[in-house]
């Protein structure tokens, strides 16, 4: 007779890492240890955080910024992983999506430092070129053709739940949720047979309450929003997502967009490009693209907009994704 899922014992394990926490959720038979598998997110997500941390001066990606234009620098294959999709996606939205502005993240305070004007000036009224047009891969080795300074804010976290998922089924487990600081990905389904659910939060600055819930199955979310990680610049509290055109925060953005996808590391890059994109051009952008958005407005009232994308969000609240994972 096939166990019960009453059998099962459940395993909720956490930790560290890129300024925040991961979280793994799963399900396993009695005297099942979950040390090990503990053990291995930990070290995941740590060596994901020793490449492209913009936060360590000795990180892989730092020594790829640091680099002098034109030599040739061998990477690790996760981070040329993540820099290569990067530059596909900056290329396929037009630049929304560009991981080339580390100098304006740092200048408007997002990272180590507090906000510097003199730097802001700096990086404002610099020549900009996109990362897609600067920056060379070639296998395991990366150069830029032109100065750039490089930040993967916008896709590393996605990369590490990814690299969590992967660990998981590397110790046999299918069935499971993992997730950094909110961005998520569901394998297969709960004990019960059900899918997981998570929650696309409300962009709310004061409070953490839902706005609607997903169902997922072997599927990722990821949200980007105006009203998590700000800094507060002369009196005005910004927003950490930055417009490439301008160099600065964004003004008139989405509240929120949040996207599903079979990978976490593409839904959370491409929630930033419609971010960018704003709410109409974002809602063609994922039209275009195939994508499935909810991309949330405030009003002139303060009230909420929604506009949804692709079949997922176009069925209602709750909705099941049974995506193909890579």
């Known amino acids: 007779m096939p166990k019960m899922s009453t059998d ?6 956490n930790g560290a890492t890129m300024g925040t926490r991961w979280t793994a959720l799963f399900f396993a038979a009695p005297g099942f240890d979950p040390a090990p598998v503990r053990a291995a997110l930990q070290a995941a997500v740590d060596a994901v955080d020793a490449q492209m941390s913009t936060w360590r001066p000795d990180s892989d990606l730092m020594r ?11 990477v ?10 990067g530059l596909a996606i900056g290329r396929a939205s037009g630049g929304a999506f560009d991981i080339g502005q580390g100098d304006a993240v740092l200048a408007w305070g997002f990272g180590p430092g507090a906000a510097d004007p003199k730097a802001i000036r700096a990086a404002t009224e610099a020549p900009r070129r996109p990362a897609f047009e600067v920056l060379e891969l070639a296998g395991d080795r990366a150069r ?10 916008g896709i590393a976290k996605g990369y590490g739940v990814d690299r969590l998922a992967e660990v998981l089924r590397g110790h046999g487990i299918r069935d499971g949720l993992v997730g950094i600081d909110g961005e998520m990905r569901a394998l297969g389904l709960r004990p019960d047979g059900t899918p997981w659910t998570v929650a696309v939060e409300a962009p709310d600055p004061d409070r953490r309450a839902p706005h609607s819930i997903l169902s997922l199955s072997d599927a990722a979310v990821a949200t980007s929003g105006d009203y998590r990680h700000r800094v507060k ?4 509290h910004l927003s950490h997502t930055m417009d490439p055109e301008r160099r600065a925060p964004l003004t008139a953005s989405p509240a929120s967009v949040t996207v599903v996808a079979p990978a976490c590391v593409a839904a959370d890059a491409w929630a930033t490009a419609l971010m960018v994109a704003g709410a109409v051009a974002g809602h ?8 499935d958005a909810l991309i949330i407005s405030r009003d002139d009232a303060g009230g909420l907009q929604s506009r949804a994308v692709g079949r997922l969000f176009s069925i209602g609240i709750a909705a099941t994704v049974p995506a193909i994972v890579e």
């Open 76 to 85: 690790p294959p996760d981070l040329a992983r993540v820099l290569a999709l």
């Open 233 to 236: 610049v002369q009196g005005r």
């Open 144 to 153: 830029k053709a032109a100065p750039v300074t490089l930040d993967l804010n």
């Open 284 to 291: 063609r952008m994922a039209e275009r693209h195939g994508l």
């Open 64 to 74: 790829l910024n640091a680099a002098p234009v034109g030599a040739w620098l061998r």
């Open 8 to 13: 099962l014992v459940r395993h909720a394990l």
